[in-house]
Structure formats: structure tokens, C-alpha cells
């Protein structure tokens, strides 16, 4: 499989290599580019990343594994991480993600056969003045409850 970068993408990581002096600043955009544009970072993406930034493929994987929000493998449409640290897990985080689990007929780590939906566990999604929390792609949903999430994934299905 060969990856490359739409267009709009390429020009827009291009704009990004002339406002740094080094180019291995460019690397997280760089990975958000093709986390976007992918749908996760493959391998092939991160050896294309390394092409064109001119840094080894093992400073691109460094990155992409030292962060957590970097998927290294296909996730459904819908994203569903639960928080589980402290605030979270006090206020029932693990609870919600046993009835999330049995919701969607998953367990964490898995997507749903009609790729609609990954459940995953999240170490800290950093609202613990609103735990318990969890994000559904690139959007928080905070202070759940069994009838919030239900509401929320039977609007997603």
C-alpha cells in the first residue's frame, strides 16, 4: 500500500517546514496530517513522513508511539476512549466502561464488526473537574452517566 498526501495537506505541511529552522519540529503536525488524512499512522505513513522530512523512520515511530492520541492502527468512525486515572476511576470510569463494552459488544481495544465503533481505555483525557469523562473522536463528554452514553452512541448509531 502507497500513501502520499492530498494536495491541500502537502501544501499545507510545506507552509509549516518554512516557519521552522529544523525540520524535526514539523514531526507532531506531520503525524496529525496523517493520522487525519489516513485515518490512523501506518507504517507506510510513517516512512512517508520520514521521506519528506528528512529524518529516519525511527525518530517518526519514536513520536508516534511516545503519544498516546497517535493510532497505529484503523480505529472505527467513532473513537470511544474512556478516561480511567484517578477522578475518573472514583467516580465509576470502569463501571462505564464495562457497560460501554456490553453496549457496543466490544472490549477495549476492539472495534465493532461494522467498523462503526472502537472502545479504548485513555490513561488521562485531563477533565477531572468533570470526571467521569470520555472522547468520542475529537469531542468530550463529560460528567456520564449509563443514560448519557446510551443517549450518546444510539445519536451515533
Known amino acids: 500500500m502507497s500513501v502520499a498526501f492530498s494536495d491541500s495537506v502537502r501544501r499545507e505541511?510545506?507552509?509549516?517546514?518554512?516557519?521552522?529552522?529544523?525540520?524535526?519540529?514539523?514531526?507532531?503536525?506531520?503525524?496529525?496530517?496523517?493520522?487525519?488524512?489516513?485515518?490512523?499512522?501506518s507504517d507506510e505513513?510513517?516512512?512517508?513522513i520520514a521521506g519528506l522530512l528528512g529524518v529516519s523512520p525511527a525518530q517518526i515511530e519514536g513520536v508516534a508511539t511516545f503519544y498516546t492520541m497517535f493510532n497505529r492502527k484503523p480505529v472505527g468512525k467513532y473513537h470511544v476512549q474512556i478516561c480511567r486515572n484517578i477522578s475518573c476511576s472514583l467516580l465509576g470510569a470502569e463501571h462505564?466502561?464495562?457497560?460501554?463494552?456490553?453496549?457496543?459488544?466490544?472490549?477495549?481495544?476492539?472495534?465493532?464488526?461494522d467498523g462503526k465503533f472502537t472502545l479504548s481505555k485513555a490513561e488521562c483525557l485531563g477533565s477531572c473537574?468533570?470526571?467521569p469523562?470520555?472522547?468520542?473522536?475529537?469531542?468530550?463528554?463529560?460528567?456520564?452517566?449509563?443514560?448519557?452514553?446510551?443517549?450518546?452512541l444510539d445519536r451515533l448509531t
Do not use: C, W
Open 13 to 41: 505541511l510545506d507552509r509549516l517546514l518554512t516557519r521552522y529552522p529544523d525540520k524535526e519540529a514539523v514531526i507532531l503536525p506531520a503525524l496529525y496530517m496523517a493520522q487525519k488524512e489516513f485515518g490512523y499512522v
Open 96 to 113: 462505564l466502561i464495562e457497560h460501554v463494552s456490553k453496549k457496543l459488544g466490544i472490549q477495549p481495544g476492539e472495534t465493532t464488526p
Open 45 to 48: 505513513a510513517i516512512e512517508y
Open 133 to 152: 469523562v470520555m472522547q468520542v473522536n475529537d469531542d468530550y463528554h463529560e460528567n456520564l452517566t449509563e443514560e448519557g452514553i446510551d443517549a450518546l
Open 129 to 131: 473537574g468533570t470526571a
